[in-house]
């Protein structure tokens, strides 16, 4: 047998596979017990936490396919509203696509494409920060990596092409880029099917695009009202050359740069090695997969140029990330091949996957469990009251977004509306905000500097506002 470490008589395959599984199950739990979120965790959050009608409401309002709403609302109906509840939905897919991407790419492939996989889910950039994230990302990974497992047999197996198929219409309820990446295996699987003349296949796969479609309608009419209603202002940053070439790269970037384009040569030269080496089926179809990310990001260039702005940010390739180190798994599976006997390669392959995973994960602790986020909840939990509001001095709604989830009860005002406030008013500047005390002054107020907080990305100075000649006299 090929493999990368070879089982023996104690430790099966299968037994080595459900191990790793299980220890990166553990690693995305560790991450899930805080709550430090940012403005789209927030926002997410916020809305989960409504009523159902009220989830519903809201979900139609948004811009995304409503199933981590949904999901996210019968978590907190049953477990309780808090952050790990809503971040275990997000590690979730990341532990089903270890335990059940392992163990079908072990049935299809073998036991080091399997073994290597699981190490690529546990440890490559963004895996571990979108895994725990309050969004629909990892449930994104998830059904773009099984409808690419489904893709490998999908030619000869009539199970595996419905599998996809189902696959893909759940990524349509997940994410928009979700099902773009999907597409994309689609459309390389019809090339593949007309360039071999494979009338019968095809066939297969058209009727199958048809059931989709089918099953998909109520989501695509959904998506239909959501970019009608939205078109009017949503974009994101705008698109350039630069961010292009950024984007390519997006895939490999770690927190250190030697790190990420070692990363990025690794793959590159998995991928140019084994189509010089072998062109078997195995290496084409690992290339494919490896370009299924690139071509979502041409389409979603694309798309927004015809458009006339950015639709679209790095961030919505993270489903494809598991298409993508699925191909690098299968490339590498061919390359330790040819070197068999001769396997200098692969303790250099295993420390560089080591040290990513080990980066980001420790990355991803001080982030996940940074004091901040507590010590500003401890703060106001003590010293606000029923009567008090608050104005957030930001360019962009991103602190006063999270104030909606971590405090909801206070209340938000501005100057021109602060004398209505019978307690305490209190100011909050985002750091880099600009001329505080002369907007306060121009409506007879005195800034009282309470101390800095931060949490998660973000960093603020709280004041307490005080009128001119208003009676402070027992205020905290």
């Not at 609302?73 to 997000?90: M, Q, T, Y």
């Not at 629909?136 to 999908?154: D, I």
């Not at 189902?166 to 994410?175: A, K, M, P, Q």
């Not at 040569?265 to 690139?294: C, H």
Request: net charge neutral.
């Amino acid at each position: 047998m090929k493999t990368l470490i070879r089982p023996g008589k104690t430790l099966s395959p299968e037994t080595i596979l459900f191990i790793l599984a299980v220890l990166g199950s553990a690693l995305y739990i560790s991450l899930i017990f805080n709550d430090n979120l940012w403005v789209d965790e927030a926002f997410t959050a916020s809305l989960i936490r409504g009523t159902f009608p009220e989830v519903i409401r809201d979900t139609v309002n948004d811009t995304l396919p409503p199933f981590y709403n949904i999901l996210g609302f019968l978590a907190v109906s049953l477990f309780g509203f808090s952050a790990p509840v809503l971040k275990f939905c997000s590690c979730l897919p990341m532990i089903l696509l270890l335990f059940f991407g392992g163990r079908k790419l072990y049935s299809i492939r073998g036991f080091r494409p399997a073994f290597l996989y699981e190490l690529f889910l546990m440890s490559m950039p963004h895996f571990i920060h979108y895994g725990v994230e309050i969004r629909m990302y990892s449930w994104g990974v998830f059904s773009c990596g099984m409808a690419a497992l489904c893709f490998l047999t999908a030619a000869e197996d009539k199970k595996a092409l419905r599998d996809m198929m189902l696959f893909t219409v759940f990524s349509g309820y997940i994410h928009h880029f979700a099902l773009v990446s999907c597409g994309m295996l689609w459309l390389i699987l019809l090339l593949c099917l007309l360039r071999g003349k494979r009338t019968d296949e095809l066939i297969s796969a058209l009727k199958m695009l048809g059931i989709f479609l089918i099953l998909y309608l109520p989501g695509l009419i959904l998506s239909a009202w959501q970019i009608k209603n939205a078109s009017s202002y949503f974009a994101m940053a705008p698109l350039s050359i630069r961010s292009f070439m950024s984007d390519l790269r997006f895939p490999f970037v770690t927190n250190l740069t030697p790190l990420s384009a070692a990363l990025l040569v690794s793959v590159i030269f998995a991928a140019a090695f084994s189509l010089l080496k072998d062109r078997d089926a195995g290496t084409l179809q690992g290339v494919m997969l490896l370009s299924v990310l690139y071509l979502t990001l041409l389409f979603a260039y694309l798309v927004s140029f015809l458009f006339g702005r950015s639709l679209f940010t790095a961030r919505y390739l993270v489903p494809s990330l598991s298409v993508l180190w699925l191909g690098a798994a299968i490339l590498w599976d061919k390359v330790l091949s040819f070197f068999e006997g001769r396997n200098f390669l692969t303790p250099i392959l295993i420390a560089l996957i080591a040290l990513t995973g080990v980066t980001g994960y420790l990355n991803m602790f001080k982030e996940e469990y940074s004091p901040g986020a507590e010590i500003m909840k401890d703060y106001f939990s003590a010293n606000l009251t029923a009567d008090d509001a608050c104005i957030i001095d930001e360019d962009v709604p991103e602190i006063g977004i999270c104030f909606d989830y971590y405090f909801p009860e206070l209340k938000r005002t501005d100057w021109k509306n602060a004398d209505k406030i019978k307690g305490n008013l209190w100011y909050i500047e985002k750091n880099g905000s600009e001329n505080s005390v002369e907007k306060a002054e121009k409506y007879r107020y005195n800034l009282k500097y309470i101390n800095g907080f931060f949490f998660d990305r973000y960093s603020f100075s709280l004041y307490r506002a005080e009128k001119e000649d208003r009676d402070q006299a027992g205020l905290p």
